[in-house]
């Protein structure tokens, strides 16, 4: 089933035509009921995987009986969880926080806007935080669990606490990423 579905989103002249046809037949119903609807889906990548991530109301659980892989499934579980929690492009520390949280999904994120938000500036706004190498991990910051615990701090769960409220002042402002300020913070 995953063969003929896949294989027609990235083979057929307009997907969005496809998933109709799936619908509208009723085989959608039968092999693959999680897909919710029709979308604007010509818009997007020729990707199987994120279009039926886009259609299905519950990805992961699609792309699990279709057999995918288990990379695959979280690609579906990430954009399930995120797929209606889009910054506001205006607010950059907003968009550095959306940036950090859905981590290696970003580029699926962004390239479902032009079926949910065609007009957004997102990934121009996402294009000039990583041209700026903002800190957006805990790794990016100026300081690590070593400096933290020679300035005091107890070893233990303390660390990671300290290192990710630190992370969050400099997500609001990457200016704050250097040892000095960080380390003044503990």
């Known amino acids: 089933m995953r063969d003929e579905w896949f294989k027609g989103l990235v083979q057929a002249k307009k997907a969005s035509k496809l998933a109709s046809l799936w619908l509208d037949i009723g085989a959608a119903r039968i092999w693959l ?3 919710a609807g029709k979308g604007e889906i010509d818009k997007l990548p020729r990707d199987p995987v994120l279009i039926s991530s886009y259609l299905a109301s519950d990805p992961p659980s699609l ?13 579906g579980r990430a954009i399930k969880e995120w797929r209606d929690k889009y ?5 950059l520390p907003q968009v550095r926080k ?22 957004s500036a997102l990934p121009q706004v996402v294009a000039a935080i990583h041209d700026a ?9 100026a300081v690590s669990g070593d400096d933290l615990l020679a300035a005091g701090v ?8 300290t290192l990710t409220k630190l992370l969050a002042e400099v997500l609001e ?11 003044t913070r503990v």
């Open 154 to 161: 107890r070893p233990g769960p303390d660390v990671g606490t």
């Open 63 to 75: 792309l699990t009986r279709l057999k995918c892989s288990n990379k695959d499934i979280e690609r």
């Open 133 to 141: 190498r903002d800190p957006l991990t805990l790794k990016d910051l």
């Open 87 to 91: 910054p506001d492009p205006k607010h």
């Open 173 to 183: 402002d990457p200016t704050r990423n250097t040892k000095e300020y960080l380390l």
């Open 33 to 35: 009921p999680e897909i």
């Open 98 to 119: 959306w940036l950090a949280d859905v981590g290696e999904y970003v580029g699926d994120l962004l390239a479902l806007l032009p079926a949910t938000a065609p007009r």
